[in-house]
């Protein structure tokens, strides 16, 4: 199955658009970017999903304010707190399976870790957060912020 299409705000804050400035108007101006609002993470989300969701949700901010349209926004929160709390539920079954002494338990755990690192693969890939979609920041450290969310947002 293909990749989805990348909208054209994400290509052009990516830079690597070989588009016209016409072909980016137009583009721009039939897509719709139905993702208004805040990302914002949920009250139920705490340790290490809380430090996952914050890391990825900053980088989103970033993107937004690269792409000068908000490509990201609340309807991402929720696929973004699944995929957080995935990532929490990995590390917890990585932990059980590696104190596992026996040959039963210890497949277990495993095919539990696996299922939760499939889900956090596929969400990434949906909200386009693995690492060849993401975008390049390195010549726009600092931001609006003066750099406080750059730990964040990888760059």
């Known amino acids: 199955m293909a ?12 830079g690597k658009s ?7 108007d137009d583009g721009l101006s039939r897509e719709i970017y139905a993702s208004i609002g ?11 999903a809380a430090e996952v969701f914050e890391r990825e949700a900053a980088y989103m901010r970033r993107v ?27 590390l917890h079954y990585k932990g059980r399976e ?25 969400i990434m890939r949906l909200l386009k957060l693995d690492p060849s979609s993401r975008v390049d920041f ?7 912020d003066d750099g406080k969310q750059d730990c964040f947002a990888n760059i």
């Open 38 to 48: 805040e990302i914002s993470m949920p009250d139920w989300l705490d340790g290490a």
């Open 3 to 14: 990749k989805p299409r990348d909208p054209t705000a994400l290509k052009v804050a990516r």
């Open 138 to 144: 390195a010549g726009l450290k600092g931001g609006q």
């Open 64 to 90: 937004n304010v690269a792409a000068g349209v908000a490509i990201y926004g609340d309807t991402d929160s929720e696929p973004l707190a699944v995929m957080a709390s995935s990532y929490a539920r990995y």
């Open 18 to 24: 070989h588009m016209t400035k016409d072909e980016i």
């Open 98 to 122: 590696e104190k596992a002494r026996e040959g039963a338990e210890r497949q277990r755990y495993n095919s539990m870790k696996n299922k939760e690192a499939a889900t956090y693969e596929r």
